[in-house]
């Protein structure tokens, strides 16, 4: 069962590069998000969506662009990256908002912005 | 900003001893879910608690969502080498949706 499969798992970049970290997910889960982790922190919710076509920020979004066209992919974009974005991203997914079904992340994305 | 406080930070441990770590906020949540992160890979779920005062048990995992409702804890009984990892508390809220809030982790070395 592949879940939730993000790539790159690895990146560096230079300051002022673009580039969208893939998520795609084969559960069929309406509720998808993008969360990053600083270390020694716990994980900060950047965007959230809650169906294809609607996506809403979280905690983080600045510097950050999503997009949900459809059920299963939600890309993150970095337009200008800096050195603040080095952090470890975490895609999630979930069935549905309600209390008893649990989010499932993928392995991450770590970036490195130089 | 972080709601919830996690402690300890970290903890280094014999095998065989057993494990307490817990959460605390300073608002009410409907839901605790502790997940537990391996080096290199994304957070698993290990316990989902849905009640005040429940107590639910996975294996040698036993977590309690607080009667307040700000707190919760979760012990490790006769911790092994593969329990070494980073455990997170995480907090929902039924007018947040299903967006969580996490704790800052505990770190946990077992030493054989």
């Known amino acids: 069962n592949a879940g939730v499969t993000q790539t790159p798992k690895f990146r560096i970049l230079k300051i002022g590069q673009s580039m969208t970290l893939q998520c795609t997910q084969d559960?069929?889960?309406?509720?998808m998000y993008w969360y990053r982790q600083d270390p020694g922190m716990g994980l900060k919710l950047i965007y959230y969506s809650v169906g294809a076509g609607i996506t809403d920020k979280g905690e983080v979004p600045n510097g950050y662009n999503v997009s949900r066209s459809t059920t299963e992919d939600f890309p993150l974009r970095l337009e200008l990256a800096a050195p603040s974005q080095t952090s470890v991203y975490f895609c999630?997914?979930?069935?549905?908002?309600?209390?008893?079904?649990?989010?499932?992340f993928g392995d991450g994305t770590r970036l490195s912005i130089l | 900003g972080q709601q919830l406080n996690q402690s300890p930070q970290s903890m280094f441990i014999q095998e065989g001893e057993d494990v307490s770590m817990n959460c605390t906020s300073s608002s009410i949540f409907n839901t605790w879910l502790w997940y537990k992160q391996d080096p290199g890979e994304g957070p698993v779920l290990l316990i989902a608690?849905?009640?005040?005062?429940e107590l639910t048990s996975n294996g040698r995992l036993t977590a309690q969502f607080g009667i307040t409702r700000k707190d919760s804890f979760l012990n490790i009984s006769a911790s092994i080498p593969s329990d070494v990892g980073i455990y997170f508390c995480?907090?929902?809220?039924?007018?947040?949706?299903?967006?969580?809030?996490f704790g800052e982790g505990t770190q946990l070395t077992v030493n054989p």
């Open positions: 999630a997914s979930s069935y549905s908002n309600r209390l008893n079904q649990p989010q499932h």
């Open positions: 559960m069929n889960h309406n509720y």
């Open positions: 995480a907090g929902q809220r039924e007018t947040s949706g299903s967006r969580l809030t």
């Open positions: 608690l849905y009640k005040a005062g």
